[in-house]
């Protein structure tokens, strides 16, 4: 039974380009939610997808969207990289909207120079 | 000014001794917690959770204790192993609308010397 994936493990990028990070749930979860973990600290939510649907959302800007694909796995977007936007990119997979435990991917390690 | 997240909390151990990572949640709304563990490179790793309808659950090596009037959060490990040692996150979940989002705390790192 395969856990969440993501992909790419590691991407360098320069200010001001765009970047799409992807997701797959953990088989039979149908929710996928995403954090930014800077360097120490713990992660920060982004936002929740359930039914092709956000239905939380963070303290982000409009520079960060996502989408979710009817087979589960889900996308995020973020347009005119900042340095701050640098970190590690977690997707969580869940069921039921979330109401039941998360599990985490291995994450994408974004640099932004 | 250095950061919040360079001073995270460090608890040290040796092997076979029993450990106990504490966490202070904010959000007195707040009706599931989790333990998660994350290592160096890696995501976060589920360890237990507890619903606040509860105010200890065990499984195994492991324990979270709830005291909701302080709004404290612990996770106990027995018999610590060098494998244990890593980076120890509590997250919150508000019920109601905020449902699904978790809230971290800054972390514990746990280090076990053989």
């Known amino acids: 039974d395969a856990g969440v994936t993501q992909s790419p493990t590691h991407l360098i990028k320069t200010r001001g380009q765009q970047v799409t990070l992807r997701c797959s749930p953990k088989?039979?979860?149908?929710?996928v939610s995403w954090y930014q973990q800077a360097l120490g600290q713990g992660p920060q939510f982004i936002f929740q997808?359930?039914?092709?649907?956000?239905?939380q959302r963070g303290n982000f800007p409009d520079r960060f969207s996502g989408h979710q694909f009817p087979n589960y796995s889900s996308e995020l977007n973020v347009n005119a990289l900042l340095l701050g936007d640098s970190a590690l990119y977690l997707c969580?997979?869940?069921?039921?909207?979330?109401?039941?435990?998360?599990?985490f991917g291995p994450g994408t390690r974004l640099l932004v120079l | 000014g250095e950061s919040v997240g360079l001073h995270l909390p460090t608890l040290s151990v040796q092997e076979g001794d029993n450990s106990i990572i504490n966490c202070a949640y904010s959000?007195?709304?707040?009706?599931?917690f989790i333990w998660y563990k994350q290592e160096s490179g890696k995501g976060p790793q589920f360890i237990i959770d507890?619903?606040?309808?509860?105010d200890k659950r065990q499984g195994q090596r492991v324990t979270v204790l709830l005291n909701k009037t302080v709004k404290h959060l612990s996770l106990q490990i027995a018999a610590t192993q060098p494998g244990d040692s890593a980076v120890y996150f509590c997250a919150e979940n508000a019920g109601g609308t905020s449902y699904g989002k978790l809230t971290f705390g800054q972390g514990t790192i746990l280090t076990v010397h053989p």
């Open positions: 088989s039979g979860h149908d929710t």
């Open positions: 969580a997979s869940s069921l039921a909207g979330g109401i039941e435990t998360q599990y």
């Open positions: 997808y359930y039914e092709e649907e956000e239905r």
């Open positions: 959000n007195s709304a707040s009706d599931y």
């Open positions: 507890i619903r606040s309808n509860m």
